[in-house]
């Protein structure tokens, strides 16, 4: 097997994750809103997305390629650079839970498809419309927390130390404008 084929991109630009988050969410919230046999092909195409992701990032996957290629060129913003390993453990747990609802689809338990699908919306939509990464969150607190070793991401670890070492006492601020207007005496 070429190593090559599955390597995933770092540094990732913010705005195509942000921009395959918006994908996934109208994917997602078309799922939830179909019926049984459209149901079970969106869901399919859902979780075969993020599986592509998970194994090269935007190369294979069609939301990955419709972002870096047409959506971001057309935002016209210089790329803002993020650490790739954060975002490739965030595909896969859309993969965990993309494949979980397709597992309760597959059951006959709509319900709790439904509930996963949700749960899968807000955090997509938390990327997306705000630029909250969930799964980079918890990658975070993983590598923080030792189950994520630091070699996996050298970059992730040296924000983390360099934050470390700011004492609350080195952090001053020069000055504070709230936007009161204060009336000028004479006036």
Request: with cysteine; aromatic share 8%; charged share 15%.
């Amino acid at each position: 097997m070429n190593r090559s084929l599955f390597v995933f991109p770092n540094p990732v630009n913010e705005y195509a994750a942000r921009c395959t988050a918006g994908l996934v969410v109208a994917l997602t919230a078309a799922t939830i809103l179909s019926g049984d046999g459209v149901r079970l092909a969106l869901l399919v195409a859902l979780t075969l997305g993020f599986a592509l992701r998970v194994a090269g990032g935007p190369r294979y996957s069609p939301f990955g390629r419709l972002s870096v290629h047409v959506l971001v060129p057309l935002l016209r913003r210089a790329p803002r650079l993020t650490a790739g390993p954060p975002k490739r453990f965030a595909q896969a747990i859309g993969l965990v839970v993309s494949g979980t609802a397709l597992a309760f689809t597959f059951a006959g338990w709509t319900t709790a498809a439904t509930v996963t699908l949700v749960a899968l919306v807000v955090a997509a939509t938390l990327e997306s419309a705000f630029g909250f990464c969930l799964g980079c969150r918890i990658f975070s607190v993983l590598m923080r927390w030792g189950v994520i070793p630091e070699d996996i991401c050298e970059e992730c670890a040296s924000v983390g130390r360099r934050y470390a070492k700011v004492t609350p006492a080195a952090l001053t601020i020069e000055r504070a404008d709230v936007g009161l207007v204060t009336p000028r005496s004479g006036s």
